[in-house]
């Protein structure tokens, strides 16, 4: 089976593919799968798609530190390219206008899994914030609700 049809959902090079098909591959060894994702990230101008795989890689392998350095770099990387502003009450309704938008969902995605690493971490002023932030944006479907019942979890849990 080629990397391409392994990870058809990968959208960048050859060369990156690759390695992520291989990490995929070796999963279970994490030291391999994770040179792999190292060497994925190396390469010269990496795509979002990259950093959505080394995200949810180093998630899942519990690497909370890299894993909330892939979601903020999605988020820059999002940001810079779609040229928003940097204030939050700037942003807001710029990612509201736009929640069809794959960018923008993808963006307002990463801000609330960094959310989810950060409570992992123990930083809950700073889940709060995003929290508050993804709240005000009106959909649901980005968690908002999840960084709250972690922040105030109900007495089952």
């Not at 992992?120 to 959909?139: F, K, T, Y």
Request: net charge negative; charged share 25%; aromatic share 8%.
């Amino acid at each position: 089976m080629t990397p391409t049809t392994c990870a058809s959902w990968i959208s960048g090079a050859d060369v990156p593919q690759s390695l992520l098909v291989a990490a995929a591959q070796s999963w279970e060894d994490t030291q391999t799968a994770s040179a792999y994702i190292h060497q994925a990230l190396a390469e010269p101008d990496v795509e979002l798609d990259v950093l959505v795989s080394a995200y949810r890689y180093f998630f899942y392998k519990n690497d909370d530190p890299r894993a909330l350095e892939m979601a903020a770099l999605i988020c820059d990387h999002i940001h810079k390219n779609e040229h928003w502003p940097d204030a939050w009450s700037d942003l807001q309704p710029i990612l509201q206008e736009r929640l069809d938008d794959p960018n923008a969902r993808l963006y307002l995605s990463a801000y609330t899994a960094s959310g989810l690493v950060l409570a992992r971490l123990g930083r809950l002023e700073e889940v709060q914030v995003i929290g508050e932030r993804v709240l005000q944006i009106e959909a649901k479907e980005f968690g908002a609700e999840v960084l709250f019942s972690i922040l105030n979890p109900s007495e089952e849990d």
